[in-house]
């Protein structure tokens, strides 16, 4: 499986974005694709989630803000970010979990400024 992330960048802090992370190869194999992110300093975290159900989840900072959602067609998620605020700034990950273990993107970074 291969990801690729797009749609990063510089916004004005309340302003919105969205990435979009296209996955080929063994799709087949995805059991759920997310997004992580991570700041200069810090751990890794959890933005939001989907699996091949449908089912999401958000990290609470994002709740409200965030939707992450798929086209099944293109094999491509998204994340749209409204509200956008200067702690959301860092890099973004395309995540997808196989039972074969984790592929990770490249990252995108999501610069937002007050």
């Known amino acids: 499986v291969q990801l690729v992330e797009s749609g990063g960048g510089l916004v004005q802090a309340g302003g919105s974005l969205r990435l979009s992370c296209a996955a080929s190869?063994?799709?087949?194999?995805?059991?759920?694709m997310g997004w992580y992110r991570q700041a200069p300093g810090k751990q890794r975290e959890l933005v939001a989630i989907?699996?091949?159900?449908?089912?999401?989840n958000y990290a609470d900072a994002v709740k409200g803000r965030f939707t992450i959602s798929r086209d099944n067609a293109k094999y491509t998620v998204y994340l749209q970010m409204n509200s956008l605020k200067p702690e959301d700034t860092s890099v973004y990950y395309c995540?997808?979990?196989?039972?074969?273990?984790?592929?990770w993107g490249q990252g995108t970074l999501v610069t937002v400024s007050s």
């Open positions: 989907i699996t091949s159900g449908g089912s999401t």
């Open positions: 190869g063994s799709i087949w194999s995805i059991n759920a």
């Open positions: 995540n997808a979990e196989r039972v074969a273990g984790r592929v």
